[in-house]
Nanobody, 124 residues
């Protein structure tokens, strides 16, 4: 079992940056691939970025490439999402998710564990 708690959301102006954190319980965090998803009002949950359990492989949605960076510190049982050059269309609730294997997926339905979400609001 893994419990995930996100933090770091908030209000930022367009062009600004935020770093989201996802703190995980348990002693085998490195066995879990991790991903970030987001959901804006009235829209479906969408894939943002993912990282393998070892941290050696990452994947990004096209609209986030070059602006967002996913990382993890397995010694601290924490994952991160650094978001730069934020745009108003990035406004959403951001969720971290984990799956009990090293390899990640872009499919939300495959993830077993989810955090409660953290709100990110980007003003124009």
């Amino acid at each position: 079992q893994v419990q995930l708690v996100e933090s770091g959301g908030g209000l930022v102006q367009a062009g600004g940056s935020l770093r989201l954190s996802c703190a995980a319980s348990g002693r085998t965090f490195s066995s879990y691939a991790m991903a970030w998803f987001r959901q804006a009002p009235g829209k479906e949950r969408e894939f943002v970025a993912a990282i393998s359990g070892t941290g050696g492989s990452t994947d990004y949605a096209d609209s986030m490439k070059g602006r967002f960076t996913i990382s993890r510190d397995n010694a601290k049982n924490t994952g991160y999402l650094q978001m730069n050059s934020l745009k108003p269309e990035d406004t959403a609730v951001y969720f971290c998710a984990a799956i009990n294997r090293n390899g990640y997926s872009r499919l939300a339905t495959l993830y077993n564990y989810w955090g409660q979400g953290t709100q990110v609001t980007v003003s124009s």
